[in-house]
DNA sequence: CTGAAAGCGCTAACAG
DNA sequence: CTGTTAGCGCTTTCAG
């Protein structure tokens, strides 16, 4: 029977038929947990996001979601906010109700959790990377990103450019403002220090603090980058509200371009990561690593796009992410 | 040893203690499937939710990860916008993997879906509630927070009424529907068919155009009610493309009380669920019912509340919801 | 090529 | 109060 149900070669058509019918007459299903024992494989791939109020995550989890479901598994999430969310996740991967964990938010801070989870499955980051960790990682190249802003405001005459960042754990925090950074360098535009804010975490409300503080300097910005786009759309209400016209006056471009980002309250500039692919490559690497199919440890970097919309000028030509 | 584990009352101090170290020093670990197959008992809740790009699915995901987690059980999410979403459910379920489901997007018309969920594992209905399924529902009073605009509205001397609605196969829907224009007409307000536009599916894209085409009538309404944010945020974006102020010339309400809501960008009254006691009421609801200590059905009705913002006078008394 | 049996790790029931 | 054992439903191995 269960030769049948594996699809093992060497059977008779007639047996196979038999038991096919069979199973279908009496509605068979076979018993996960009985099944999960003896091969210690339970189909339930875990992900470890935060935020889900952060339109980012839902976006890549729906992303995951797909990808996880097409291929057969199950989708269990865990919040990292919630302060039991990380110990939620490490008593489901250590009692073995879990085949492998998908990191979207992994930074160095967050060692402790990674070292209990990858001592025991297959662990895949996804998003943001950890350079040193030994596991696959799936990344954009948020510095090529970065890298695109700087140039386009530097090549557009932009000259009192700001930058509003975060805290510099999560390394596309970290590679988003050092290839924007360069590349401003590199033309010789440095940008002023009181045009540098560091909020302490990415929300809507601090990128409008942040803004407000940018607008009310004495020389303030011509131009505004923000490191993800939830910020960004803080920003421009920040303009909105001191009647800052965007772009005339302020260019303002962000990053991830989330659904938001193309609402004309914010028609906002941004750089768009390749979220299917990302997922796509993540869940690949997992399923491959847990089923045995691969060995060694893959850093995936994907490409990702400037889309240019109303926050800055668009006539002006976009440069190549050089 | 099972009986230290499972905190049975009779046993020797020495004795626990000895196994308890025993399982500190070993590091043991129950295993999730062997114990899920003993108990036929997993652990794993299904969540079904639709469009986690809509904001509002998210912020419940948040709510119900909380509550599972802190049950000690795991969230697993199927996306059923997603084609293969619903059948990965009915999948893992009829294969025993999932304790119970919690429903955030039920209609008469996933009937198929539930029916089939049902027979096998207790389910909960949340959000959307279906009138004649025989099992536990929780939601909010969708016909009162429509209620309450209705009256608002003709309170304030809004007499233009516009309505921007949805599919009537939600329950969420069809009562805020139902409450609004009964506020209106127990006031003799019944709105004109001509400011009644009822859109496929719910996107700040489909609010934008309604809203477009109220504002394109030779009578325009003074007032739109949006049965969702989603859509409202769209219509606020409609009115800013055509520089209708505001709440001078329109007034704006919403449902949900999305995060974005509150940005200065919308500004956007609107009526706010109690997502959080939504999620504990479905949790102990589903919990219940999987440990058997609660027999019969309940329906929970949670109260909800206008949030009045800019998109509407201020200074406009907001009426008790009757 | 097919039938029979062992055993995964746990819990509940039973014997001491 | 504690030690032992049967058996959950599957897959894999071993006999036939």
Chains 1, 2 share one sequence.
Do not use: K
Request: hydrophobic letters at 45%.
């Amino acid at each position: 029977m269960s030769r049948v149900l594996a699809g093992h070669p060497g059977v008779q058509t007639d047996m196979r038929d038999r038991v096919l019918s069979a199973i279908r007459d009496l509605g068979y299903r076979p018993n996960a947990a009985a099944r999960a024992m003896r091969t210690s494989r339970t189909g339930n791939i875990g992900v470890v996001a935060a935020r889900l109020a952060n339109p980012l995550y839902p976006e890549m989890l729906q992303a995951l979601s797909r990808e996880l479901t097409r291929a057969g598994h199950r989708m269990v999430v865990w919040d990292v906010d919630d302060d039991r969310g990380g110990g939620a996740a490490v008593d489901a991967v250590r009692s073995g109700g879990i085949d492998g964990v998908i990191f979207t938010t992994a930074t160095a801070e967050t060692a402790q959790l990674y070292a209990t989870l990858t001592a025991q499955v297959p662990v895949v980051l996804m998003n943001r990377a950890v350079p040193h960790w030994d596991c696959d990682q799936v990344e954009s190249d948020n510095r090529a990103g970065g890298r695109a802003v700087g140039t386009y405001f530097a090549g557009a005459g932009r000259r009192r450019i700001g930058l509003i960042t975060g805290p510099l754990a999560p390394s596309t925090i970290r590679n988003r403002e050092e290839g924007f950074l360069a590349a401003l360098d590199r033309r010789g535009h440095g940008i002023d220090a009181s045009r540098l804010i560091r909020v302490d975490h990415f929300s809507h409300a601090r990128g409008l603090e942040a803004a407000t503080r940018l607008l009310e300097l004495a020389s303030p910005p011509d131009a505004i980058f923000c490191v993800n786009d939830v910020l960004a759309l803080g920003a421009r209400d920040a303009a909105r509200i001191r009647d800052v016209p965007v772009p005339e006056a302020l260019w303002l471009v962000g990053y991830d371009d989330i659904e938001m980002a193309s609402w004309p309250a914010f028609d906002l500039t941004t750089v768009r990561q390749p979220l299917t692919e990302m997922a796509a490559g993540a869940v690949t690497l997992l399923l491959g690593r847990i089923d045995g199919t691969r060995e060694g440890r893959e850093r995936v970097l994907l490409p990702n796009a400037l889309v240019v919309r109303g926050s800055t000028a668009r006539h002006a030509h976009a440069p190549p992410p050089d």
